[in-house]
T-cell receptor, first 111, second 113 residues
């Protein structure tokens, strides 16, 4: 059974800092990996999707990498802003085309 | 273009009561999903529908039923609510391929007393 782990569960950084969020998964047989953002009381918004054949994807200040063989992904946020404060979740799509989610990292960017 | 719409946003039930959570998407997506989100446990799949007329169990289907009414709508029913079903419920949809992004509704916060 696929398991997805995100460490740390919570992270607090000062504004302007570059930061990395980590995601690991136990089964490397995946179709893709997605990073989502969730604001309090809201649904999830897909930020980046990396296909299994890709190594990274970029969108603005966000860069996500994927190392399928080692079962790891990172989400890099450059020049963090208070508006980046949210919970970030990663999810992998497995052979049954179902997503398995991590529990998320709650990010707080302090002004 | 509203995306994925869920109703209601909040609901309080007593143990044993029944209710239906509604979900509709206007993106012409084939696949739809129901998840529950509990603190520290991430999102867990309850049921999904790969296409109109088909439904399948996910990781935690007990105590729930679903109906894929048409391509747009996918409802989740609690026949006899239990306190363990207190959670936030999310509906999601995707075109139909594993390589596409998943779109979520804004969620239903359900409390069962």
């Amino acid at each position: 059974k696929q398991e997805v782990t995100q460490i740390p569960a919570a992270l607090s950084v000062p504004e302007g800092e570059n930061l990395v969020l980590n995601c690991s998964f136990t089964d490397s047989a995946i179709y893709n990996l997605q990073w989502f953002r969730q604001d309090p009381g809201k649904g999830l918004t897909s930020l980046l999707l990396i296909q299994s054949s890709q190594r990274e994807q970029t969108s603005g200040r966000l860069n996500a990498s994927l190392d399928k063989s080692s079962g790891r992904s990172t989400l890099y946020i450059a020049a963090s802003q208070p508006g980046d404060s949210a919970t970030y979740l990663c999810a992998v799509t497995g052979s049954a085309r179902q997503l398995t989610f991590g529990s998320g990292t709650q990010l707080t960017v302090l002004p | 273009n509203a995306g994925v719409t869920q109703t209601p946003k909040f609901q309080v039930l007593k143990t044993g009561q029944s209710m239906t959570l509604q979900c509709a998407q206007d993106m012409n997506h084939n696949s739809m999903y129901w998840y529950r989100q509990d603190p520290g446990m991430g999102l867990r799949l309850i049921y999904y529908s790969a296409s109109e007329g088909t439904t399948d169990k996910g990781e935690v289907p007990n105590g729930y039923n679903v109906s894929r009414l048409n391509k747009r709508e996918f409802s989740l029913r609690l026949e006899s609510a239990a306190p363990s079903q207190t959670s936030v419920y999310f509906c999601a949809s995707i075109v139909d391929r594993a390589g596409e992004k998943l779109f979520f509704g804004s969620g239903t916060q359900l409390s069962v007393l």
